[in-house]
């Protein structure tokens, strides 16, 4: 549930969002998604909905509004290949509606996958939220971005979350709303104290990710690759890891396989670059 978008790069538009980039991973993966989102009727979005088609996603939740325009999020990449974006607004996806049947699909779905950008409007906030207060296994993942970071959205958010997932730098400034330690067990206790939350997810960029599931840690190297960017990684890693404890693997294959899919992400330009989900099927 969240943004649809365009991320606007040095190289060329690419499809994105980081809610539309986990369920363009998880068709790619074989796992049934559908997203809640909001496009225009311009061009940008006849060419999101065709390339969301493309990609596998269940559409019959997208929605098109008849005046604002499809989002857009203008990207510059640092050295690294990280990138920082400067989201325009007015914008489709602030202003997504409230459909009876969508309720019912959050009713029924194994997972909702939610962050915090798309609640910058109360409208859409308002949407996300009532359809998490019918969820069964509710993914938060936190995805700050500023301006948009605010502290009483990310915190309220949490509220709805069994699981949450960040980086490490949002561990930070997580740490600081919550009055604790920078530290992954300090982080992880509050969360789970305050909110009830019982799966963490931190990733570390090139010191890989760890998780907390089922009352351990888990560490997870990360794959050496060559950059091209990171925009995606993120999202791709998430996209495994649900995908793979959807369909009871161990926390340890299903990081493994989430690293090495985020590698080969950041590895090629763009969100959701063409890959089969054969190539991912190893031991």
């Known amino acids: 549930m969240g943004e649809t978008l365009w991320d606007v790069l040095p ?20 796992t049934p998604v ?24 269940d559409l019959t939740l ?25 989201f325009l607004q007015p914008a489709a ?43 069964r296994w509710r993914v938060l993942d936190l995805n700050l971005r500023a ?21 490490d730098d949002e561990l930070v400034v997580l740490a600081g709303w919550l009055g604790v330690e920078a530290a992954r067990d ?8 305050r909110y009830g939350v019982r799966t963490l997810c931190i990733t570390q960029g090139a010191r890989g990710a760890v998780l907390w599931h089922d009352g351990g840690w888990t ?3 990360a794959v050496p690759t060559s950059v091209a960017d990171t925009v995606g990684a993120g999202d791709s890693f998430l996209a495994m890891l649900l995908s793979r404890l959807l369909q009871g693997a161990t926390p340890e294959r299903a990081m493994t396989d989430a690293a090495r899919l985020a590698a080969f992400v950041a590895s090629r330009s763009g969100a959701i670059p063409t890959y089969s989900a054969e190539q991912f099927s190893g031991s």
Do not use: C
């Open 186 to 193: 300090a982080v992880r206790e509050a969360l789970a104290l």
């Open 147 to 167: 301006p948009h970071d605010d502290a009483d959205t990310a915190l309220s958010s949490l509220a709805f979350a069994d699981f949450v997932k960040l980086n």
């Open 34 to 57: 559908a997203l809640l989102s909001r496009v225009g009727t311009d061009a940008r979005g006849r060419r999101a909905l065709q390339q969301l088609n493309e990609l596998g996603i």
């Open 62 to 86: 997208m929605q098109v509004d008849p005046e604002l325009p499809t989002g857009e999020a203008r990207a510059v990449l640092d050295h690294a290949g990280s990138a920082a974006y400067a």
């Open 93 to 135: 996806w602030d202003h997504l509606e409230s459909a009876a049947h969508a309720v019912e699909v959050a009713r029924a779905a194994p997972a909702l996958i939610y962050g915090t950008l798309a609640q910058r409007s109360p409208a859409s906030r308002d949407v996300i939220r009532r359809l998490l207060s019918v969820g």
């Open 11 to 30: 190289n060329g538009e690419f499809l994105g969002g980081a809610p539309l980039n986990v369920a363009g991973h998880m068709a790619r993966l074989g």
């Open 219 to 221: 560490e997870q190297p």
